[in-house]
Nanobody
Framework: QVQLVESGGGLVQPGGSLRLSCAASGRRISIRVMGWYRQAPGKQRELVAAITSIGSTNYADSVKGRFTISRDNAKNTVYLQMNSLKPEDTAVYYC?????????WGQGTLVTVSS
C-alpha cells in the first residue's frame, strides 16, 4: 500500500500564494504519475495538475500560468505552488499517486481563498 500525506493548506487572501506538499510512503514502488485534484462544495472532483516521473506536466485551464506542479522523485514528494489565488480556487485539494495496480489518495487539505 501507498500512503499519501498532504500539508500546506490554509486560509489566504485573494492574490496570495500557498504551497501544498504531498509525501508518499509505504511499499516501494515506482510511482508513474502524481497529481493534485480539488473538490469545491457541491462540485465534482477535478484535476488541477499532474506530473509524470520524467517531468511531463498537465494543468487545468483554470490554473495555467498561476499554479506550478513539481516533483522530487527521490523523496516521492509532489508540490503545488499556487500563486494569484482566487476565491474560486477554494476547495479541498487531494493528492493522488498512480502506479502499476495502485491508485492512492491523500486525506485532503482545505484551501480557502477569502478576504
Amino acid at each position: 500500500q501507498v500512503q499519501l500525506v498532504e500539508s500546506g493548506g490554509g486560509l489566504v487572501q485573494p492574490g496570495g500564494s500557498l504551497r501544498l506538499s504531498c509525501a508518499a510512503s509505504g511499499r516501494r514502488i515506482s510511482i508513474r504519475v502524481m497529481g493534485w485534484y480539488r473538490q469545491a462544495p457541491g462540485k465534482q472532483r477535478e484535476l488541477v495538475a499532474a506530473i509524470t516521473s520524467i517531468g511531463s506536466t498537465n494543468y487545468a485551464d483554470s490554473v495555467k500560468g498561476r499554479f506550478t506542479i513539481s516533483r522530487d522523485n527521490a523523496k516521492n514528494t509532489v508540490y503545488l505552488q499556487m500563486n494569484s489565488l482566487k476565491p474560486e480556487d477554494t476547495a479541498v485539494y487531494y493528492c493522488n499517486a498512480k502506479a502499476l495496480l495502485v491508485d492512492a489518495w491523500g486525506q485532503g487539505t482545505l484551501v480557502t481563498v477569502s478576504s
